[in-house]
């Protein structure tokens, strides 16, 4: 109770597992951890998806192809083409296949 609150945090962030944010502390994982290896595909596919979304006001669009098979995927529209949700499972590997749902 009498460090300085600047001090203790520099304390416990020294390891890399313990941060201080938003007025709480938290643990983290540490960048040369292991695990950290296992979450980074999944973070990074949800950033190019983020990237590539369409909005234009409550209407947005979006599509993602799979790892395994880019020629195969998912998209999102809600209220670009129709009134309402549509989420479309493609499949170009050979032809055009569309499966739709609507809500």
């Given at each position: 109770?009498?460090?300085?609150k600047?001090?203790?945090?520099?304390i416990?962030?020294?390891?890399?597992?313990?941060?201080?944010?938003?007025?709480?502390?938290?643990?983290?994982?540490?960048?040369?951890?292991?695990?950290?290896?296992i979450?980074?595909?999944?973070?990074?596919k949800?950033?190019?998806?983020?990237?590539?979304?369409?909005?234009?006001?409550?209407?947005?669009?979006?599509?993602?192809?799979?790892?395994?098979?880019?020629?195969t995927?998912?998209?999102?529209?809600?209220?670009?083409?129709?009134n309402?949700?549509?989420?479309?499972?493609?499949?170009?590997?050979?032809?055009?296949?569309?499966?739709?749902?609507?809500?």
């Amino acid at each position: 109770m009498q460090l300085p609150k600047e001090l203790l945090h520099i304390i416990l962030e020294y390891d890399g597992r313990i941060k201080y944010r938003n007025g709480k502390y938290i643990d983290i994982i540490h960048k040369n951890d292991t695990r950290y290896n296992i979450i980074t595909p999944v973070v990074n596919k949800k950033i190019v998806i983020m990237q590539n979304i369409h909005i234009h006001g409550y209407n947005f669009y979006f599509d993602f192809g799979f790892d395994m098979c880019n020629s195969t995927g998912l998209c999102y529209d809600y209220n670009f083409s129709y009134n309402r949700l549509e989420i479309c499972y493609f499949d170009f590997r050979t032809g055009i296949k569309q499966i739709r749902t609507y809500l």
